[in-house]
Structures are given as structure tokens and as C-alpha cells.
Nanobody, 125 residues
Framework: VQLVESGGGLVQAGGSLRLSCDTSKFTLDYYAIGWFRQAPGKEREAVSCISMIDASTYYSDSVKGRFTIVKDNPNHLVHLQMENLKPEDTAVYYC???????????????????WGQGTQVTVSS
């Protein structure tokens, strides 16, 4: 049972990165995948989440219009396309799986049961 993030790195402000969450080794049923981030000294926060049932999405206000979450079902991947990156986007990014069914796409940290190991995103000014 494993979630694996990839795609992090160092990028200049205004640049782009695409993070990927590989769910191929996650053998339990799940109903949402979320991308979260945690900067040093700060709490983990939701960035974007997607329902695996109806593909409804959630974006935090800080990334709305810049980030896009998409699921690639045949390849068991969930991507987070990040555009116009800012230094304040610097954090460790985690993907997580929610095994419960919700009426709307969940975005609270506590809703998610399984977490990847994280990938570092650093945006230089």
C-alpha cells in the first residue's frame, strides 16, 4: 500500500512544474486524492483535491487559477500541474488518499488516511 510522488524540484518564480502521484501500488479502495503541502514551521495545508467518483475538484484560494489537478486513470496517476509558481509555493508536497465517501470532495488533512513520502518544491525569486 503505497503512494509515490514525483516531479518536484527547483524552479524560478514564474516557472512551472508537474507533480505526479503514482497510485499503482495503492491496492485499497479510495475515493479521493489530495495534494497537500507543508512549508517549514507551518501546518500542512490542502492545495488541490479530486474526487475519483465524479472528478469534482477543490483548489485552495492561494493556487486557484495557477494549479490544475487531473487524474490519469489508465496509468494510475494523479497530476498536479503548477504554473506561475511563486516563492511562497515552496514546500514539501504530499499526495494522499481518502478511503471514505463524501458528498463533496474532501480537503481537510484529517480526511485523508494514507500519505506519500513527499516531494520538495523550491521556487526561487
Amino acid at each position: 500500500v503505497q503512494l509515490v510522488e514525483s516531479g518536484g524540484g527547483l524552479v524560478q518564480a514564474g516557472g512551472s512544474l508537474r507533480l505526479s502521484c503514482d497510485t499503482s501500488k495503492f491496492t485499497l479502495d479510495y475515493y479521493a486524492i489530495g495534494w497537500f503541502r507543508q512549508a517549514p514551521g507551518k501546518e500542512r495545508e490542502a492545495v488541490s483535491c479530486i474526487s475519483m467518483i465524479d472528478a469534482s475538484t477543490y483548489y485552495s484560494d492561494s493556487v486557484k487559477g495557477r494549479f490544475t489537478i487531473v487524474k490519469d486513470n489508465p496509468n494510475h496517476l494523479v497530476h498536479l500541474q503548477m504554473e506561475n509558481l511563486k516563492p511562497e509555493d515552496t514546500a514539501v508536497y504530499y499526495c494522499a488518499a481518502d478511503r471514505a465517501v463524501h458528498s463533496t470532495v474532501p480537503y481537510k488533512v484529517t480526511s485523508y488516511d494514507y500519505w506519500g513520502q513527499g516531494t520538495q518544491v523550491t521556487v526561487s525569486s
